[in-house]
Nanobody, 119 residues
Framework: QVQLVESGGGLVQAGGSLRLRCAVS????????RAWYRQAPGNQRELVAT???????NYADSVKGRFTISRDNAQNTVYLQMDNLKPEDTAVYYC?????????????WGQGTQVTVSS
């Protein structure tokens, strides 16, 4: 089992920055990938950024050049630095971790943190 707890959301004006934090605990040694997703009202949950073990980060086109995903292995923490925020970035942001155990893939989710960008 893996537990994820997000923090760092809030209200910010357009052009501002926020840094989301995801504390990861439990069977972290089984995690193969970490990611951030977001879901705006009336929309499906969408992938924002992902980072695989030993791999380079990948980003949705809508956030490339503005968002940065990173991880602190010593602290078992994943970050999402969000710069030059736009009103369309308003959503609930979820931390995600993927584990593979005996060829079965498990997805773990945090409770979400609200990000609101005012124009």
């Amino acid at each position: 089992q893996v537990q994820l707890v997000e923090s760092g959301g809030g209200l910010v004006q357009a052009g501002g920055s926020l840094r989301l934090r995801c504390a990861v605990s439990g069977s972290t040694f089984r995690i193969k990938a970490r990611a951030w997703y977001r879901q705006a009202p009336g929309n499906q949950r969408e992938l924002v950024a992902t980072i695989l073990n030993g791999g380079d980060p990948n980003y949705a086109d809508s956030v490339k050049g503005r968002f940065t995903i990173s991880r602190d292995n010593a602290q078992n923490t994943v970050y999402l630095q969000m710069d030059n925020l736009k009103p369309e970035d308003t959503a609930v942001y979820y931390c995600n971790a993927v584990s593979v155990i005996r060829d079965i893939t498990y997805n773990y989710w945090g409770q979400g943190t609200q990000v609101t960008v005012s124009s």
